[in-house]
């Protein structure tokens, strides 16, 4: 009776000992083979520096399809995981909008939240045989100093299966919440610095408008004048956007020594000037901008040519009349890829992503570069056709049938990261009596480039009626919205800070679907066994405890 009572009290005493140390000591061990629950360094130690206290209402609630409803379990599971790192810094709460039944009220709150980016997602679904069809806003506001923001956390690439794009959307929950803290709390003080590369481009400013104002809310944004004799310093990354003026030997030298030394740079740039001729179609030029000796000695040239894809975006153009008026259709523009294929490297800057929209683009090329590791991020369909510059496009092909045996070039690279110790294409150049020379290295410290051979990639349209700039990627013609402007600011993102907050798009959550065909085969055994297992295993229990008692206590 004295051991029975000991082990009683010894266990008691263990298990207030254990609930007085859990108040003092706090540890989570994550299980899942991709550590789904561990958060990213940068984002834990956003979370843990937030200076002030930050809200999110999660819309993304309610009666959901399956797949919805994981997504909705993965934001709050991220949230959590947001309060144990930040304590009561962050709150949270779940919105349900289909609750509210005054229309006025809810009109209300659907404009609203269009109004912040949050758009809603028809849903359909099948009850007891009837199509159902709901309205959602799959993504949450954040709150922070009297400001807001709307996340749209239905990501991925459109072309993926309804399954791999929630699945897609489940892996990038991390990466948009923080980035959305990062933008709200992040304050003038702590901003790295990207400076722009001002005076060779003639397109205007309004045409850059959308990626230039998104920089601004991550950077401060300066702008670089390559005319004045000074070397490009005390900026964490430049950008060349869409250069059609040639770059002085000097302006060379400049960039040449900003890499070396462990400057970033993402180039932008064209292999061929296209210009218009007239209404019949435009003129495909090569381009000249004595960048190609310094691209060479990293490892990247880019062709003089221009690509066709079978796999583009549409432009209007007049088939004929009917009656008086022109007969305008939408017809395929094998001049304007879409890029859908990102490799096989899953890089943060393009993991997940959605299609890119391109306008005349160069293909390029990989060469040999002791040191530098090269990483494709852009590439065209299979079906590609490559045309050497110069070269006359005319519109008529838009109504012509191609022969996909013609588009047989392949994928071609269009965009490449590089990443190692750049060495300068003026080693063993330089003089001891040259001005130059002055902190001259022909090797420096560690760094990133981003080449891409399309300039227009970054180029906004602009909605004339209203004399206002349409987001980045945005195709007028067709209402849709492509991830140019997510594919340039994951790249700034990454050059600056690859182990920033852009990390947490490498997670990965791999889908592990059931055999529908084995499922529907067997449900009738498997319904049986989730019934009836736990029952029999229940009695097996009490049957084994009785007889164990029997023994020990029937004599």
């Known amino acids: 009776m004295k051991a029975t009572t000991l082990r009683t009290l010894t266990i008691v005493a263990a298990l207030v000992a254990v609930n007085i140390l859990s108040a003092f000591v706090f540890f989570r061990l994550d299980l ?20 002030d206290d930050v809200h999110v209402d999660v819309y993304l609630t309610g009666d959901l399809p399956p797949g919805f409803k994981r997504l909705e379990n993965a934001i709050r599971e991220t949230l959590d995981e947001f309060q144990a790192v930040a304590g009561n810094r962050i709150t949270y709460r779940a919105i349900d909008s289909a ?18 980016g949050l758009l809603p997602t028809n849903v359909f679904a099948n ?44 892996e990038g929950v991390e990466f948009q919440l923080a980035s959305a803290i990062r933008r709200l709390t992040r ?3 702590n901003k790295r610095r990207v400076g722009l590369i001002f005076g060779h ?4 400013p309004s045409r850059f408008a959308d990626l230039l104002a998104s920089v601004q809310e991550n950077y401060d944004l300066f702008l670089v004048d390559m005319s004045k004799p000074d070397p490009i310093a005390n900026v964490d990354a430049v950008l060349v956007l869409k250069p059609d003026v040639p770059f002085s030997d000097d302006e060379i030298f400049k960039l040449d020594q900003y890499v070396v030394k462990g400057g970033r740079a993402l180039f932008f740039v064209d292999g061929q000037r296209v210009d218009s001729v007239n209404a019949e179609g435009t003129y495909a030029q090569p381009l000249n901008l004595n960048l190609d000796n310094l691209f060479f000695r990293w490892g990247i040239r880019i062709n003089r040519d221009i690509v066709k894809d079978m796999y583009c975006a549409p432009i209007p153009l007049n088939v004929g009349n009917t009656g008086d008026k022109p007969n305008i259709q939408l017809l ?8 859908n294929n990102f490799g096989t490297s899953g890089n943060p800057i393009v993991r997940n992503l959605d299609a890119v929209l391109a306008r ?3 293909t390029m090329d990989t060469v040999q570069a002791t040191g530098i590791k090269k990483t494709p991020l852009l590439l065209t369909s299979e079906y590609t056709k490559i045309l050497k510059t110069p070269a006359l496009i005319s519109y008529n092909e838009a109504r012509q049938q191609p022969d996909p045996s013609t588009y047989s070039d392949g994928h071609q690279l269009v965009s490449c990261l590089l990443e190692g110790r750049f060495q300068s294409i003026y080693a063993n150049q330089i003089l001891p009596g040259d001005p130059r020379a002055n902190g001259f290295q022909a090797q420096g410290n560690a760094s990133r480039v981003l080449i891409c051979s399309d300039g227009d990639l970054v180029v906004n349209d602009v909605d004339y009626k209203r004399n206002t700039p349409y987001p980045l990627g945005f195709d007028r013609f067709t209402r849709t919205t492509f991830a140019n402007k997510d594919f340039a600011l994951n790249a700034i993102d990454y050059l600056v800070d690859p182990n920033g907050v852009i990390a947490a798009r490498a997670r990965q959550v791999t889908l592990r679907p059931l055999d529908k065909i084995r499922v529907n085969a067997n449900r009738t055994g498997w319904q049986a066994v989730n019934v009836l297992g736990p029952l029999a295993l229940l009695g097996l229990v009490g049957v084994v405890w009785q007889v164990v008692r029997k023994r020990r206590y029937g004599q």
């Open 32 to 51: 899942t083979e991709e550590k789904r629950y561990t958060l990213s360094e940068a984002t834990q130690s956003l979370l843990a520096e937030l200076p």
């Open 360 to 362: 005349f683009v160069s």
């Open 99 to 116: 609750l509210i039944t005054n229309t006025e009220q809810k009109n209300k709150l659907i404009d609203r939240l269009q109004q912040v």
């Open 127 to 170: 009850e007891g045989g009837t199509r159902t069809e709901k309205l959602i806003f799959p993504g949450v506001v954040i709150y922070y100093k009297g400001k807001e923001t709307g996340v749209l956390l239905l990501k991925g690439n459109k072309a993926a299966s309804s399954e791999e794009q929630l699945n897609q959307s489940y």
């Open 332 to 339: 395929p523009w094998r001049f304007y890829p879409l890029l």
């Open 201 to 204: 481009t003639q397109v205007p």
């Open 187 to 189: 304050t003038e003080e």
